[in-house]
């Protein structure tokens, strides 16, 4: 089906242990995200990108680096895990119009759920 | 600072019955608003939007509302179902930027509906 596909969907990790989330979507968006979402917090931004090799920093980006080689992907790097970045981690795509007066919302995929023992 | 609020964790309502979800937001350039819906284990799915020249958008059985004045939007599902038991996420934006659309989520709402 198309859409956006995160792995793994569930991982647990040690303290100081370092791992990629996986984010591939095949719509061909030029916007793509990541966020976690923690109890009573809703979703926060980590670190987004609007196309290959352009992106920028969220509102949380703290802990962890990101890349866009290709247009479908989009990993999140977790450079030495902390029990504070125990969370449900979500990647959402969106396609660009050309003229900007619409938008319509993120795709997102069905999140990877991270311990942090 | 939370600039998008959801100041209900959660929400009980009849089947059959309107079910009304609210959310504040303190930041005035905000111009798009949108509600996710989230069932559990699974990703949020965009469920309605309204943008701030508008001040109702109707989609079947939902209708987002839209007071600038008061910075307030609400959701109503009418009639309410057992399949609209999930959570809630009400979000907005401030419009394009270089190539992004930023959304800032509320804290979601739990919403349950009883046989």
């Known amino acids: 089906n198309a859409g956006v596909t995160q792995t793994p969907k569930f991982q647990v990790l040690k303290t100081g242990q370092s791992m990629t989330l996986q984010c591939a979507q095949d719509m061909n968006h030029e916007y793509m995200s990541w966020y976690r979402q923690d109890p009573g917090m809703g979703l926060r931004l980590i670190h987004y990108s609007v196309g290959a090799g352009i992106t920028d920093q969220g509102e949380v980006p703290n802990g962890y680096n990101v890349s866009r080689s290709t247009t479908e992907d989009f990993p999140l790097r977790l450079l030495s895990a902390a029990p504070s970045q125990t969370s449900v981690y979500f990647c959402?795509?969106?396609?660009?119009?050309?003229?900007?007066?619409?938008?319509?919302?993120?795709?997102f995929g069905s999140g990877t759920r991270l311990t942090v023992v | 600072d939370q600039q998008v609020k959801q100041n209900s964790p959660s929400l009980s309502v009849q089947e059959g019955r309107i079910s009304i979800l609210n959310c504040d937001y303190t930041?005035?350039?905000?111009?798009?608003f949108l509600w996710y819906k989230k069932y559990p284990a699974e990703g949020p799915t965009f469920l309605i939007s309204?943008?701030?020249?508008?001040d109702k958008n109707e989609d079947g059985r939902f209708t987002v509302f839209l007071n600038k004045s008061a910075k307030h939007l609400s959701l109503h599902i009418v009639p309410s179902q057992p399949g609209d038991s999930a959570v809630y996420f009400c979000a907005a934006s401030d419009g394009w930027v270089q190539g992004a659309q930023k959304l800032v989520f509320g804290q979601g709402t739990r919403l349950t509906i009883n046989p």
């Open positions: 309204i943008s701030s020249i508008k």
């Open positions: 959402a795509s969106s396609y660009y119009p050309p003229d900007e007066t619409t938008f319509y919302g993120y795709t």
């Open positions: 930041n005035s350039m905000f111009d798009y």
